[in-house]
């Protein structure tokens, strides 16, 4: 059974940090991208940041650039190092893999598995 398992969220207060850590495990993701999506409350699941199956290149929503890095650990875990964080960065957070791991970087459909998600809430 394939599984995403994401960590780290929880409440901060705006210009701290937080670590996201997403755990995948049910199958081989060597040659898979994997990548972060948001949720806010009213509002459609949006890109925030992705990397590829190697590690060397990664892709960021231009909302959190210069905020984020996203950091590809091993072949089956990645971390998402947020940064100086703001109210409106409060969301619900998902981890994505995908088969293609290297195209389609920021496109939600291009993702094969999700996980349950972790809330990020960062009070002003």
């Known amino acids: 059974q394939v599984q995403l398992v994401e960590s780290g969220g929880g409440l901060v207060q705006a210009g701290g940090s937080l670590r996201l850590s997403c755990a995948a495990s049910g199958r081989t993701f060597s040659y898979y991208k994997m990548g972060w999506f948001r949720q806010a409350p009213g509002k459609e699941r949006e890109f925030v940041a992705s990397?590829?199956?190697?590690?060397?290149?990664t892709s960021y929503a231009d909302s959190v650039k210069g905020r984020f890095t996203v950091t590809r650990d091993n072949y089956a875990k990645n971390t998402l190092q947020m940064n100086s964080l703001k109210p409106e960065d409060t969301a619900v957070y998902y981890c994505a893999a995908g088969s293609d791991g290297v195209y389609y970087l920021t496109r939600e459909s291009e993702y094969d598995y999700w996980g349950q998600g972790t809330q990020v809430t960062v009070s002003s």
């Open positions: 990397v590829t199956w190697s590690g060397r290149i």
